[in-house]
């Protein structure tokens, strides 16, 4: 269990999303988990199949949004976890069935006149065959991203 965040006002959302049926590609949505059962101040944990235009709400309700997916990698030597700052599109585009942080970034300045600090983290992956559990591979950056995160919301 994680000691709770020092008490500041500046609340965050993370929101790990991915398939739990597809192996690795799960791997967001069981660090979302995890964050959640942390039970910090001002920091909520949404673990979520895939992004969606409703999210747009929660995310103007924040002060720094934390998106957590899994990427595939090839080449195993070079994996190594991508914390990536995102910055919106001058235009908003059209929301398809795969959104991606950035639209959801720009949805959410046309809507409600907001956008947070937004990071984010891709996790390296290499099992996207049906199955509810993690490589034992990816599950070492799970764990990895996990301690990144405890970094960027100063949780010690």
Request: aromatic share 8%.
């Amino acid at each position: 269990m994680c000691k709770k965040s020092k008490k500041n006002n500046s609340k965050t959302l993370i929101i790990g999303y991915g398939n739990t049926l597809r192996g690795d590609d799960g791997a967001g949505y069981k660090i979302a988990e995890i964050i959640d059962k942390w039970n910090l101040d001002n920091i909520k944990s949404l673990a979520i199949h895939q992004l969606t235009p409703d999210l747009a709400e929660k995310i103007s309700q924040v002060d720094t949004v934390i998106f957590i997916d899994a990427v595939a990698i090839t080449d195993i030597n070079t994996a190594k976890i991508e914390i990536k700052t995102i910055s919106i599109n001058q235009k908003s585009n059209n929301l398809l069935h795969h959104n991606t942080p950035k639209q959801l970034l720009s949805l959410t300045k046309v809507i409600y006149k907001k956008v947070p600090k937004a990071y984010w983290i891709l996790v390296p992956a290499l099992n996207f065959n049906f199955s509810e559990e993690l490589s034992s591979f990816t599950q070492k950056y799970v764990n990895l991203t996990l301690e990144k995160i405890k970094d960027i919301l100063s949780i010690k």
